[in-house]
């Protein structure tokens, strides 16, 4: 593979150690965001994708909400590394929160009853491209992200903090934000290509 899709799927990595400062404006990150996932096909053209977009004191609040949601779980003496992590969350600069629409996967369960079974398994495959979709775009505009998945614990904070509708169900959360100047990405192992791959011809 050659060409922008390679170097783009290369330079698209987890970065963990994220900054405030980003290299384009709040506008322009959110309309990559939003691209990504209106181009990002989905079953039937079905667009169960949904996302919330929080940049600044918004992303900021998803993250305390969401130590507030494990402390009551993690042991006190065990809390901190987990709040050390949270820290690290927060301190990027935003946060896109991946749900898909239930409503929308249900309607068309009633519509292609033939089908009913694979609807939800096609929302999760749609999710999936989404997010994969904007962690590339944004790659792309040189802002680092990290995949992380604190549902369901945090589903009802999120849904009465940001009016989120009801039928909307919470997949994945991908923190985003400025890359370190002198981060280098770990080397990445691959498992052999005999084990992954068939190819017949
Ligand atoms: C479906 C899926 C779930 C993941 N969940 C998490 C997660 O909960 N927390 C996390 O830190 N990284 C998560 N990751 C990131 C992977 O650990 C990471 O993509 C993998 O180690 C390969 O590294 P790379 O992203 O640098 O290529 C997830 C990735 C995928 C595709």
Known sequence: MSGNFASLAKKRRTVYTLGKTLPVSDDAVVETIEEAIRQAPSAFNSQTSRALILLGKEHEKFWELTREQLRKLVPADKFQPTSDKIDGFAAAAGSVLFFEDQDVVKGLQEQFPLYADNFPIWSEHSTGIAQYAVWVALAEIGIGANLQHYNPLVDEDVKATWNVPASW??????????????????????IEDDARFIVAK
């Open 169 to 190: 169900k919470l997949r994945a959360q991908l923190n985003f934000g400025a890359i370190p100047v002198a981060h280098q990405a770990p080397e990445k192992g691959f």
